[in-house]
């Protein structure tokens, strides 16, 4: 059984937010990567940033500095 642990789960209204943020942290060496979205957190698109919940302030601000809007953050077990 995989063990499940806490994470910062960024959620976006579209799939291009979604894949500007992959871009831009990628770009960056910034923490995380692309995941769908987990059942229990409900988003505009399929798609969403999972990073350790520490990398939050970090991914905040790659976020505002490249005009990516998320619409929702969120800790829960992934």
Not at 20 to 45: F, Q, S
Not at 47 to 76: Q, V
Request: net charge positive; with cysteine.
């Amino acid at each position: 059984m995989i063990k499940k642990e806490k994470k910062l789960v960024i959620t976006f209204s579209t799939t291009t937010d979604a894949m500007a943020m992959e871009t831009v942290c990628k770009k960056n060496g910034a923490d995380g990567r692309i995941i769908p979205v987990p059942p229990k957190i409900y988003a505009g698109c399929g798609l969403a940033w999972c990073a350790r919940p520490e990398s939050r302030d970090g991914l905040c601000a790659i976020m505002k500095d490249n005009g990516i809007c998320p619409e929702g953050l969120w800790e829960c077990l992934v």
